[in-house]
């Protein structure tokens, strides 16, 4: 019954804290004018809604992401184990942070992570030109 109810009052304050990565990420993202963000703490959900029209699973993913993660450290058992888990859900969500990272900033120009195209900079450049 303890371990039950420590099991709640954690996952009440992952959700809790999830509303608050997804709030401070969306205010990010606005100061930015870009996804980068989202990507980097939600990777899951921010990568089937940018890609596909699933935007129900997209949105369910977001919000179950740190749930899920707290979950599976709480019941899993013994020091080894537990970090074994940590660092394999931390490669997990580098990796999809990674990818979709890439493949937003394949799509658009305004990346953090990406260098400005030479299509971009000829036709700032020549713009900049014309002027003088």
């Known amino acids: 019954m303890k371990r039950l109810v420590l ?48 935007d129900g699973l997209g949105v369910f993913l977001l919000f179950a992401q740190f749930p899920l993660y707290l979950t599976t450290v709480t019941f899993i058992r013994g020091v080894r184990w537990k970090v074994l888990s940590l660092v394999l859900i931390a490669a997990s969500h580098l990796t999809a942070s990674y990818f979709g990272l890439h493949s937003y900033c394949q799509s ?21 030109c014309e002027e003088f």
């Open 7 to 54: 099991l709640l009052v954690l996952l009440l304050l992952s959700v809790v804290g999830s509303l608050v990565l997804l709030i401070g990420a969306g205010m990010a993202g606005g100061a930015c004018h870009c996804m980068t963000p989202m990507f980097i703490v939600f990777p899951y959900g921010s990568l089937i809604t940018e890609r596909t029209s699933w």
């Open 108 to 128: 658009r120009h305004t990346c953090a992570m990406s260098a400005p195209s030479k299509k971009l900079f000829v036709a700032t450049h020549n713009e900049n």
